[in-house]
Nanobody
């Protein structure tokens, strides 16, 4: 069973920073990508940033230049450094791991961590 545990959320003032962590464990065939998603109240879950097994990254336009996704393979952890936070960044942030090997494909989600940015 694969588990993802997010941490690092909290309350911060606009302009501040937070670093989210996504620690994953369990039997994983081959990580295709790990991504961070945000879900604000009443809205759909949206991709914020993702990093592939080769290290390629992509970001939502709304966070480019402010957020950075990175990974530490030795710690089985993916991070999301969030700088210059804005009230509109307020959401629950979820980590998603895509496990893909040959014809087998699995998707795992963490439980989410709340980020609240006050103006």
């Amino acid at each position: 069973q694969v588990q993802l545990v997010e941490s690092g959320g909290g309350l911060v003032q606009a302009g501040g920073s937070l670093r989210l962590s996504c620690a994953y464990s369990g039997i994983i065939l081959r990580i295709n990508a790990v991504g961070w998603y945000q879900q604000a109240p009443g809205k759909q879950r949206e991709l914020v940033a993702a990093i592939t097994s080769s290290g390629s990254t992509n970001y939502a336009d709304s966070v480019k230049g402010r957020f950075t996704i990175s990974r530490d393979n030795a710690k089985n952890t993916v991070y999301l450094q969030m700088n210059s936070l804005k009230p509109e960044d307020t959401a629950v942030y979820y980590c998603k791991l895509e496990d893909r090997f040959l014809t087998k494909e699995y998707t795992y989600w963490g439980q989410g961590t709340q980020v609240t940015v006050s103006s």
